[in-house]
């Protein structure tokens, strides 16, 4: 919205700022954040009269948190809120990736809510079914992969590029909006899967958005794109706002949600987030890298899928507890551990999908 500010502006004066992405992408930072640190403690207050007991604890988790029965979730409204206050304000909103992503967050963090409302509700671990989820999340992701082929020059639509391999885009027709939608579904779960401890999830979401930001903001520049190699998508730029924003918030999330939390992002923030890093991975082409950054919330959702699987078949399991993290709780690593060591593995993990922006 402020974009337009720069209409009043005779090209050297404040106003022009406007004009960039990077400029305006530190405002969406220090918006969402400001807008965390103000509506926080009222957010947390509303949440926690209204829904008395809290989040519902597993019975079959960790001992460690029954300690935690009370707290109260939905805590991703504050995330969300910060992000689309951020986005709005500061993104050009003549740009069809901005609503893109919007669009994707809103949803699915509607999912979200939807679940986590019945939870607390009935006050047990069965919210929507499984079965709903991957419905109405397989329909949105549906849209969306149509939708951000469309907004692609035409030579790139329904096109796979590989990292490490320039100009190599593999065509894969029709079939490309079902694997879309499994990227955009897949990390959604994913990210859901590993929002079990107290700050896990947040800043491995954090790291990924900004890593695929600046993958948005170089693929959206020729002149970058002409010197490392990579597809030019015209307008992607404008994403690095949308993700500066998922920083912005998320820190001033974290401020609440650091280890002892006072709320839980539940599947309103978590469902939200791994949606938008799905589509920001679809809407650059950077679907492979995504698995490469993102590679902490792989690890977690293979964890479940080994576990269900072999458990189906020899009755006998592979990990103590899965999620993966539960597991190391499991064998005695403390919280604060598990969770500075997961973030470690997140920063590592996205160097190397930085790398391949090079590496061609």
Do not use: C
């Not at 960039?20 to 947390?44: D, H, M, N, S």
């Amino acid at each position: 919205m402020l974009y337009w500010l720069t209409a009043l502006s005779d090209g050297g004066d404040f106003f022009n700022l406007f004009r960039y992405i990077t400029f305006r992408a530190g405002g969406a930072f220090l918006t969402a954040l400001l807008f965390g640190f103000v509506f926080g403690r009222p957010l947390i207050n509303v949440l926690r009269k209204r829904q008395g007991k809290g989040q519902p604890i597993r019975e079959d988790g960790p001992e460690g948190h029954f300690e935690k029965a009370g707290t109260p979730t939905m805590g991703g409204l504050l995330i969300v809120g910060a992000l689309v206050t951020s986005t709005l304000l500061w993104a050009r909103l003549d740009n069809g990736f901005v609503w893109l992503v919007l669009f994707v967050t809103l949803t699915y963090g509607l999912i979200g809510f939807a679940d986590d409302y019945a939870k607390v509700s009935k006050q047990n671990t069965d919210g929507v079914s499984g079965k709903m989820r991957l419905l109405l999340g397989f329909i949105i992701a549906g849209i969306a992969a149509w939708w951000g082929t469309s907004l692609q020059p035409e030579a790139m639509q329904l096109r796979l590029a590989l990292p490490f391999f320039k100009d190599v885009l593999w065509n894969l027709g029709f079939f490309f909006v079902p694997f879309a939608m499994i990227v955009i579904v897949g990390a959604a779960n994913a990210v859901n899967l590993t929002d079990g401890l107290d700050g896990l999830a947040i800043m491995p979401v954090m790291i990924a958005a900004g890593t695929l930001g600046i993958i948005a903001y170089a693929v959206g520049r020729v002149d970058f794109t002409q010197y490392l190699d990579l597809h030019y998508v015209p307008g992607t730029g404008e994403i690095l706002i949308f993700t500066a924003g998922i920083a912005g918030g998320g820190l001033g999330f974290l401020w609440y949600n650091a280890p002892p939390a006072a709320v839980f992002m539940g599947d309103t923030g978590s469902l939200a987030l791994g949606g938008a890093l799905g589509a920001i991975a679809v809407a650059t082409k950077h679907e492979l890298v995504l698995g490469i950054v993102g590679g902490l919330f792989v690890l977690e959702a293979l964890s479940v899928i080994i576990q269900v699987l072999y458990f189906k078949r020899t009755g006998k399991r592979v990990f103590l507890m899965a999620p993966i993290h539960h597991h190391y709780e499991k064998k005695g690593w403390s919280e604060p551990q598990i969770v500075i060591r997961f973030w470690i593995i997140s920063l590592i993990l996205a160097m190397i999908g930085l790398a391949t922006l090079k590496i061609r």
